[in-house]
């Protein structure tokens, strides 16, 4: 099972461009938001239980993902203070441990893109920030560089490119099938 990886800040495009990228693979969609919004109805957010119930619903999935013998996962993540160091080097193990690999793949956009993009109806259709005073409290305070990631395999600036483009440009960078 090949799990890709997407990350980026937000509002960089990870929803639609992993959107855009499960069209061309054919790969299972799991945004990191189907489980933040589940845990919100119940916990705050970044809450001890919100944040242990959060990663072990994810590498849950991603192990189960593995054990079911789909080809490919895209999951989308926002690399954001709240979330534990160790929490992707355990998504490495676990998908390793199944005989899987991760892909990594940064989306990048200016900041000033993202504020732009921030308060789109798309953004609220989730619980997904969407105030530009608190991104920028946010950005400012370090909390989206407060989390090192791995060198991923393909960047791509959002803000140059089509999602279906950027989406494009992945699967031919990882080699997935269907392009």
Same mark, same amino acid.
């Given at each position: 099972m090949k799990l890709v990886f997407i990350y980026g800040m937000p #509002? #960089?495009?990870k929803l639609t461009v992993a959107q855009e990228l499960a069209g061309l693979t054919g790969y299972k969609l799991f945004h990191n938001h189907q489980v933040v919004d589940l845990l +919100?109805?119940?916990f705050e957010f970044g809450s001890e239980p919100f944040v242990e119930l959060r990663?072990? $619903?994810w590498l849950s999935v991603f192990e189960q993902v593995c054990r079911s013998k789909l080809p490919g +996962? $895209? @999951?989308t993540f926002a690399p954001e203070a709240?979330? *534990?160091p160790t929490f992707v080097g355990e998504a490495v193990r676990t998908v390793a441990a199944a005989g899987g690999e991760v892909e990594f793949v940064e989306l990048t956009c200016p900041v000033e893109e +993202?504020? *732009?993009?921030i308060d789109s109806p798309s953004r609220r259709a989730h619980q997904k920030l969407t105030s530009v005073a608190l @991104?920028?409290?946010l950005h400012t305070g370090g909390t989206f560089n407060a989390l090192q990631m791995p060198?991923? *395999?393909v960047v791509v600036d959002t803000s140059l490119c089509t999602p279906a483009r950027a989406a494009l440009q992945i699967a031919r960078a990882l080699g997935v099938s269907g392009v």
């Open positions: #509002a #960089a495009g +919100l109805s119940m990663e072990e $619903i +996962l $895209i @999951f709240t979330v *534990r +993202l504020k *732009r993009r @991104f920028e409290e060198k991923p *395999r």
